[in-house]
């Protein structure tokens, strides 16, 4: 019963926290949840365009809207997470001042709105392309979340790990942005790891957000069957990061001052 009542003192802090990150990005501005989706929609266009000006050809079974959001939103997701949870204690220092809060606290709650936020509007995108474009019949729905919950998670312990880190020295933030570029263009947002040459998938393989896209794309699609996707070594990767955030997050509480 203690451990009961505990848990679910900390679900409620957690839920508060969640409101107040809801207010503060989105009430704060006039389009607010507009925003949400318009983002993610001036991706698709700009990448729409690009790949009609290019003639660059979709895999079958795929039409062109729903390639690019099955790729587009499992980045975005782990994108995102990094970035919201890293910054999570450093913005909200102050919250530490009450006993109940702990940091991480402060990176579920954002990692939560987050992943909420563009799960929701990756749903609504291929509703209004099923509806208007093309009628999909999603293969397998596990699949699919799965894929959009890996990228999540991936992205919220990695996150933490460099939030953590931050707190011994804020060189960290500064690097990990020019580190991370890189998998925009090696994450299969514009191809599908069957596409690649031998050689080049072996070496992609080891990006796990390139997994998460292949999970989210074999489940949406029938006709598209990766051959090259691993839960074992995405769910490794999570786990990694996830034991050296919660260990560092654990030593970094002693070093905060929130005086």
Same mark, same amino acid.
């Given at each position: 019963?203690?451990? /009961?009542?505990?848990? !679910? /003192?900390?679900? +409620? ?16 501005? +006039?389009?607010? !949840? ?33 390639? &690019? *959001? ?49 799960? *929701? ?5 291929? @509703?209004?392309?099923? &509806? ?34 931050? =707190? !011994? ?14 998998? #925009? ?7 599908? @790891?069957?596409?690649?040459? *031998? ?9 796990? =957000? ?30 990694? #990061? /996830?034991?050296?955030? &919660? ?11 929130? *005086?």
């Amino acid at each position: 019963m203690t451990f /009961a009542r505990g848990l !679910y /003192a900390q679900l +409620q802090v957690i839920h508060a926290i969640l409101l107040r990150e809801v207010m503060t990005r989105f009430g704060a501005y +006039q389009l607010g !949840y507009l925003w949400a989706l318009i983002e993610p929609l001036l991706w698709l266009l700009t990448f729409a365009v690009m790949f009609f000006l290019v003639n660059r050809q979709i895999p079958d079974g795929m039409d062109l809207i729903g390639f &690019l *959001t099955t790729g587009i939103f499992p980045y975005m997701i782990f994108r995102q997470t990094v970035d919201r949870s890293m910054t999570a204690i450093a913005a909200n220092k102050a919250l530490l001042f009450y006993p109940q809060i702990r940091p991480l606290d402060l990176v579920i709650a954002r990692c939560t709105l987050e992943i909420a936020t563009l799960v *929701t509007v990756f749903v609504l995108i291929l @509703a209004f392309n099923s &509806l208007f474009n093309v009628p999909l019949v999603i293969d397998n729905l596990l699949l699919v979340m799965a894929g959009l919950a890996m990228a999540g998670m991936l992205g919220a312990v990695l996150g933490l790990t460099i939030s953590a880190l931050s =707190v !011994y020295s804020n060189i960290v933030e500064r690097i990990i942005g020019p580190l991370l570029r890189p998998l #925009f263009w090696i994450s299969g947002l514009f191809f599908t @790891a069957n596409e690649l040459p *031998t050689a080049v998938r072996k070496i992609f393989l080891w990006n796990p =957000v390139l997994h998460t896209v292949e999970l989210t794309r074999d489940g949406v699609f029938t006709q598209y069957d990766s051959r090259e996707v691993d839960i074992g070594y995405l769910a490794m990767c999570i786990l990694v #990061f /996830a034991f050296l955030g &919660l260990a560092l997050e654990r030593m970094a509480r002693r070093r905060l001052d929130v *005086t």
